[in-house]
């Protein structure tokens, strides 16, 4: 840490942990509007949530997809050479405590048996929990599934200490060794922390919010391939400004501006007019907005940025709601969506409008890389993020992100509802590369989607068909469209309808050969 960071951290952060924030007088960096980077740090949710997320190393398969898709960087991962935990070990005076650090180590196939194979020595695998960050929304478990490495345990007696004292232990063994990265698996990008690590977590976001799942993965593909120096974003207001910048809080270790909310594209433009002027045309400048700052009030912005055709990547995180001022409807908003400024009631059943397809409008640009993908597809959302940030020209990623308030789903609901969506139409899978030939059909991929080249998705055992119906029936935003006895009213009928012209038409543009 900086000396500047140091004073800042004496000064400031301690005293608003100490709840004299308001007693500060103003300094130097709120006079220009400046907050240091990865503050955040500091920032204490241990009394937040009731549970945290208890390990069992021997379930443990090393997978990786907890860390992946933990929201506030509270569940992390290392592998360690056998002596190196054995020395920290020992270095434990407590017996009990000194037990219970051996028991966070697994003997994974993944990180163990294969090295031992091919003649090399394993490492040891951990996941370990900061209780200073976990909100306690339980993602992780429901992500883990059948392996049951990781359960939620309340936070009784000496529960908060006991973890507190394995992330110390924990971090104090050497981070992951270098021969245990592979670069050919995306899901273990998060084990580099140095590189990948860029949102250190602390933000005010909502317990399981789905929108920082995506900032973090796609800090993590854009770190590992231009460097922590070499990012920086411009953000639209909204939801990811007021968790990301909630004053003396900073969850970023990137260089990040926030702008007006229509205008955060035309922002990025002059930043990156200014970057090339100054040669850092390797810098990579990343946009981030909602789909009230990207569909509505500042389309017209993006539409401009796109076509100017200046290397500048978008981010757009999906709720379909204007999440930041209550769940306001947007042109995202789905067909019988129930908002505010569209409520169901005795006249009007929710929603009327269909959804703008966004990512539709984006490739009708020229020459423009356009991406529809979400955190659930951990390989389809890498993928896109590092084609993105190789495309040499304007990127769009929309990105599917739950809101569970707004969309009426469990804290620990984003990574599954993300996948329905899919799995639904309601938000297909998709890849427009301009690079891949001239036509539509050659530039357009619909691939990672389920039953590609069917209507609906149909479940390979039971042969079910699950449709946008099944769907809106798993959130409480869409309850009102069902009977007491579970009949779809016309209104989501409709809206399925809507869903399924837009798979067919994609299906068309990408020369899919339909059999359904």
């Known amino acids: 840490m900086t000396e500047h960071l140091k004073d800042f951290k004496e000064k400031v952060l301690l005293p608003y942990e100490e709840g004299r924030g308001h007693l500060l007088p103003a ?7 400046l907050v240091p980077p990865g503050t955040a740090a500091i920032r204490d949710f241990s009394h937040i949530g009731p549970e945290l997320p208890r390990y069992t190393a021997g379930n443990c398969v090393a997978c990786m997809e907890c860390v992946t898709a933990c929201p506030d960087t509270a ?6 050479e056998e002596d190196a935990v054995a020395k920290q070990a020992k270095a434990i005076g407590n017996a009990a405590q000194q037990e219970d650090f051996n028991a966070q180590w697994a003997k994974t196939t993944k990180f163990h048996g294969i090295f031992e194979k091919k003649g090399d020595k394993g490492g040891l695998f951990s996941i370990y929990v900061d209780p200073t960050k976990c909100k306690g929304c339980g993602e992780c478990v429901t992500v883990c599934g059948s392996h049951n490495a990781l359960l939620m345990e309340p936070k009784e007696a000496g529960v908060l200490e006991r973890y507190q004292n394995l992330f110390t232990q924990i971090t104090s063994v050497p981070k992951t060794p270098d021969r245990f990265l592979a670069k050919k698996l995306p899901i273990d990008l998060m084990l580099d922390q140095d590189k990948t690590l860029l949102y250190v977590g602390g933000a005010g976001s909502c317990a399981g919010c789905g929108e920082a799942t995506a900032i973090r993965m796609m800090l993590a593909s854009t770190g590992e391939s231009h460097g922590r120096e ?3 974003i411009v953000a639209a207001t909204g939801c990811n400004t007021v968790y990301g910048s909630t004053y003396p809080y900073n969850p970023y270790l990137v260089t990040w501006a926030n702008s007006l909310f229509e205008n955060a594209p035309t922002t990025a433009m002059g930043v990156r007019a200014r970057w090339d002027q100054l040669g850092y045309q390797n810098k990579r400048l990343w946009v981030l907005g909602g789909d009230g700052a990207m569909y509505d009030i500042g389309f017209q912005a993006l539409s401009r940025m796109l076509s100017s055709g200046m290397d500048i990547k978008v981010l757009v995180l999906d709720t379909q709601v ?4 209550g ?11 129930s908002a505010k400024m569209s409520p169901h009631g005795k006249v009007q059943p929710g929603k009327v409008e269909t959804r703008k397809e966004l990512a539709n409008l984006a490739m009708m640009h020229p020459e423009v890389y356009v991406a529809q993908t979400a955190t659930a597809f951990v390989n389809h959302f890498y993928q896109v993020i590092r084609e993105a940030n190789e495309f040499p020209g304007p990127a769009l990623v929309n990105v599917y992100t739950t809101c569970q308030p707004e969309h009426g789903v469990g804290d620990d609901k984003a990574n599954e509802q993300a996948k329905r969506a899919v799995q639904s139409r309601a938000f297909p899978l998709m890849i427009h590369d301009p690079r891949k030939g001239e036509s539509l059909k050659e530039r357009l991929s619909l691939r990672g989607n389920p039953s590609l080249t069917d209507d609906w998705m149909s479940d390979p055992k039971t ?9 809106a029936r798993s959130e409480g935003r869409f309850a009102k469209q069902f009977g007491k006895d579970g ?3 016309p209104t989501i009928e409709d809206a399925a309808k809507k869903v399924l012209r837009n798979w067919k038409l994609l299906q068309e543009l990408a020369g899919v050969k339909r059999v359904g």
């Open 27 to 33: 300094n130097d960096l709120v006079a220009r509007s």
């Open 75 to 80: 569940i992390l991962a290392r592998i360690s």
């Open 230 to 232: 070499n990012i920086g």
């Open 322 to 325: 204007y999440s930041n001022t």
């Open 327 to 337: 769940g306001q409807t947007s042109t995202a908003t789905f067909t019988g969506q």
């Open 463 to 471: 042969k079910e068909l699950y449709t946008f119906v099944d769907f």
């Open 487 to 489: 009949a779809p009213s």
